[in-house]
């Protein structure tokens, strides 16, 4: 599906800087394009607007000269600023051990010192009131001059005025706000203050402390509205993994494994403030939006952070394992599809978020783990052939355990990687689509040559000679259906 677009004379070029993220809003129907070259539009939240295409415009790049004459308070490359601020968004609550990357980061304070930390860095606001700034940031939107959404200072007060009523209610034992705006309307002025972080991502204190007023905010009823929560979502994943790091430079790596945990907290939060399956899936769906990407490192992020969030679903004990939703049949086999990635971490991360998702249908049953058939084989050291075994052993298991609602789902999913025109995600699709139905013998061989040559059989078969199996029959249109009605009334 070709991403649809307004059209305009400076398409050929990047956006520039004051373009940001206006167009990520779930009201608009833009998607983004590099030039000529237009962006495949991949359907997660029914309305997406920012490609996991590696988009990364030029005109946001800066010569590194430049930012030494320049320094910009928001970027997290100033060595006296950062080392602050890395302590500080790394610690957020006694309960957020973080575990992304294998990394085990321990609190080092309570989130309420790394609230009450933050104006240190702008002493020339602490003369106002924390209902002051938020008043100051929730008017000038309705005024002509907006100048306060070009000032990272004013933003990042606002964001923590708002962070400290939130744990100034809590600790008076109230779960709503005593502000004069509700919930959904600060959230609003939320979403205005993230959607100015640029298009081409790097480590920002801006990013950190919204996504610490998310977790803070979620702590409050009502809970967050939908389509607010899919503007927070889009924006704050993109910031994380789509943000660039050097490999080779620690300090780098530090900055982005803070904003991650960081970000790993307040997917926690949300969750916990609606601990069910729907809402998991929900927050699944945007993540799972970036495994289509075609940068190796940001489909390992969003495989990696979806393994976390599962897991820690699986910890909170008044989650709700309702388990008879249908779209869990679809995050299986993309997950499932993941396990052929070029990329072995992405392919090893997938399997343990699959394991996930068999752990929380499993346990609905009233089974463990240990009670269930064996998910994975342990018996090829060929790596493409042990990745061809493991997706018919999901495709054959998941089958035992699935409704059939969910069954229609994964052969949905998997009859589109079909057709897509990656051949590693092509051959995911016919072996999760042939186990599945029970038919893996067709396909399976002792070597992987065979089997990557029975699977290119069938592909022709489906797509060339269109010969579709009866179990299958149901989810094409039927010729008739195909041919035009002229055709049809025609003699």
Known sequence: MQAVGPESKDQKKGPSKSWRFRLCRAHRDVSVGDGGNRRLLWDCCGNCKTSPQSFKPLQEKQDPVMEKKQPNVDRLDVRALTTHNSLVLVSTTPESTSTIGGTIVS????????????????????????????VNMMETPNCEEQSILDNNEEKISFLRALSASCMAAQKSGKDTLDLPYTKNELVEALLMVMETLPVHSVPSFLLSCSMLTVYNLSKMKPPFDPEQLSGILRLALHGIFNMETDLENPHSQALYQSSADTM??????????????????????????????????????????????LRHALLLPDFNKSTELPALGHHVAQFGICITDTMEDVSNQARLTIS??????????????????????HSYEDQKMLAYVDSCRVGELFRNIFTEDQKRTFLET??????????????????????????????????????????????????????VPEALQCFFPSRGEMMPESEKDAP
């Open 107 to 134: 609190s080092f304070s309570t989130l309420e010192s790394t609230i009450q930390s933050m104006p240190s860095i702008y002493s020339e606001m602490g003369t106002l009131s924390d209902l002051d700034i938020i």
């Open 264 to 309: 790993e907290i307040m997917l926690k939060g949300l969750l916990s403030e609606v601990p069910t399956t729907s809402h998991l899936l929900f927050i699944l769906k945007h993540i799972n939006f970036w495994i289509h990407s075609n940068d190796p490192q940001e489909r390992y992020r969003s495989v990696l952070c979806s393994t976390t969030v």
């Open 356 to 377: 996930c998702l068999y752990e929380l249908l499993l346990d609905q049953m009233g089974l463990s783990v240990s009670e269930a058939e064996e998910l994975w084989c």
């Open 414 to 467: 998997s009859l589109r990687a079909i057709y897509n025109p990656e051949l590693r995600i092509r051959e995911a699709g016919i072996l999760l689509v042939f186990s599945h139905l029970g038919k893996a013998n067709e396909i399976m061989a002792d070597k992987a040559e065979d089997v990557a040559e029975k699977i290119y059989q069938q592909i022709y078969k489906l797509q060339i000679l269109r010969e």
